[in-house]
């Protein structure tokens, strides 16, 4: 909980078993309520591994595509009344113990979004991420930045926080089932 407000953390996983309980052994604790694991159809042992750890585990029996899984993470965390969402990818891309510090920035009521990044420091570089799949994400995002007038280091990052009022806001369902999903929300919001 952070100023009194419920924070849920979602995770969007497509085959994440070997990932997820390192991705959940560093969530800081006493900042998070409730966790939810949203499974899109993975073909390995993602929704055993969330029921051995004792997390709740949404399963799609087909996949949704990126944006279609994240629809289902953001609707059920408002169903169970979270305030403040944070989307984290349980591929262990992105470091867990930096929710808090996204969470107390929602929860502040200062921001209704806050975007971790890959980018900044070249840290992605150095978690793996290959050179042409950087050039590329640097690439739109000096294109996104322009169209719509902002300066992100990162439109494409798998860890995000939102505030509830944003997210009910927003119009979810109406949105892309794919990678678009992540644009679309963003452009929306600001």
Not at 41 to 53: I, K, N, Q, Y
Request: proline fraction near 5%.
């Amino acid at each position: 909980m952070v100023n009194g407000l419920r924070v849920m953390v979602v995770l969007p996983a497509y085959n994440a078993a070997k990932t997820l309980e390192k991705t959940l052994a560093e969530m800081p604790p006493g900042i998070v309520d409730d966790v939810l694991v949203v499974d899109d159809a993975s073909h390995d042992d993602t929704a055993a591994e969330a029921a051995r750890l004792g997390i709740p585990c949404i399963v799609h029996p087909e996949n949704r595509g990126y944006g279609g899984n994240q629809k289902t993470c953001y609707a059920e965390a408002l169903k169970r009344g979270a305030d403040i969402v944070v989307m984290l990818h349980p591929d262990y891309q992105y470091t867990p113990r930096l929710l808090g510090a996204m969470a107390w920035m929602v929860g502040s009521g200062e921001f209704d979004v806050v975007l971790g990044s890959r980018i900044l420091g070249r840290g992605a570089l150095k978690g793996g991420m290959p050179r042409y799949k950087y050039a590329a994400n640097r690439l739109l995002t000096a294109v996104e930045n322009v169209l719509l007038g902002i300066k992100l280091s990162e439109y494409h990052t798998g860890y995000r926080a939102f505030s509830r009022r944003v997210l009910e806001s927003l119009p979810l369902a109406a949105c892309s089932d794919d990678f678009v999903f992540d644009n679309q929300i963003l452009a929306q919001a600001v």
